[in-house]
C-alpha cells in the first residue's frame, strides 16, 4: 500500500471526514484489520482564512507547497490537499514534488463524466466558484459546463462555509438555503450539482437532493485509496 500524505485543517471538520473515508475504505477492499497508511499535517485555518481574504495566494502557495515538500520527505507517495479552494496552489506544488498530486477537480470532472452529465452546479467558496482553476479543468478536460449561483447566492453559500461549517455548525436554515438555489439551477437545466467544498457535504446528502451530488470529499478520499492499493 503507498503511502498518502494530506495536507489537513482546510478545515479541520473536513479532515477527519477523509481520515474516516480513507480508513473505511481501505478495511472495505482489504478486510480484515486493514487501514490506511498516512500521515497528515495540519494547518491552522484561522492564518489559512486570513490570508485567502487579503488574496495573498503567493503566501498560500509557498505555504502548501512547503507542506507538501515536508510530506515527501516523510515517505508520502502521493499527496491529497484536503480542500477544494486550495487546489489553487497546484502548480506551485508540483514544481517542488516528485511524487503524484490527486487533483479534486479532475476526480469530480472523472465522476460527473461517467454519470453522463453535461450540465452541472458547482457550489463551493467564493473563491472556487468565481475563479478559472476549477471551472476550466471540468470545462477543458472533460468538456462539462459548469454553472454558478448568481451573485447574491455565492455570498450565501460562502458566508455558510466560512461562519458555519468551518466551525462545525449545522443549520436548518442554511441547509434549506442550499436546497433552494440547488432547485434553482435545477430548473436551469442542471444535472447534477458538484460539492466543491469539503465542508458541504456536512449539511448536504444525496437524499436532500432530486439531482445527483458529487461529494469531492468522498470521491477524493476513495480515488485516493484506488491509487494506493493499486
Not at 458566508?159 to 434549506?176: C, D, F, V
Amino acid at each position: 500500500m503507498k503511502k498518502i500524505g494530506l495536507i489537513g485543517g482546510i478545515t479541520w471538520q473536513s479532515t477527519q471526514l477523509y481520515y474516516q473515508l480513507l480508513n473505511t475504505k481501505v478495511s472495505e477492499e482489504l478486510g480484515g484489520q486493514s487501514s490506511c497508511e498516512c500521515i497528515i499535517e495540519s494547518v491552522n485555518f484561522a492564518d489559512i482564512s486570513a490570508k485567502q481574504a487579503k488574496s495573498d495566494w503567493q503566501a498560500l502557495h509557498a505555504q502548501m507547497t512547503d507542506i507538501a515538500v515536508r510530506l515527501e520527505n516523510a515517505g508520502a507517495e502521493v499527496i491529497l490537499i484536503c480542500a477544494n479552494t486550495m487546489h489553487l496552489s497546484v502548480p506551485s506544488i508540483k514544481e517542488k514534488i516528485t511524487v503524484p498530486l490527486l487533483h479534486i477537480a479532475e476526480v469530480a470532472g472523472k465522476v460527473v463524466k461517467e454519470r453522463g452529465f453535461q450540465k452541472v452546479l458547482l457550489l463551493g467558496t467564493k473563491y472556487t466558484m468565481e475563479l478559472d482553476f476549477y471551472k476550466d479543468i471540468l470545462k477543458n478536460q472533460f468538456g462539462i459546463e459548469v454553472m454558478v449561483p448568481n451573485t447574491e447566492d455565492r455570498e450565501i453559500v460562502h458566508t455558510i462555509i466560512y461562519s458555519e461549517l468551518s466551525k462545525g455548525i449545522i443549520s436548518n436554515e442554511s441547509k434549506q438555503h442550499y436546497l433552494d438555489i440547488i432547485k434553482k439551477s435545477e430548473k436551469d437545466g442542471a444535472e447534477g450539482v458538484i460539492l466543491g467544498c469539503t465542508e458541504i457535504p456536512l449539511l448536504i446528502q444525496q437524499e436532500d437532493c432530486d439531482i445527483a451530488v458529487v461529494d469531492t470529499t468522498k470521491e477524493h478520499a476513495y480515488a485516493a485509496v484506488e491509487f494506493a492499493i493499486n
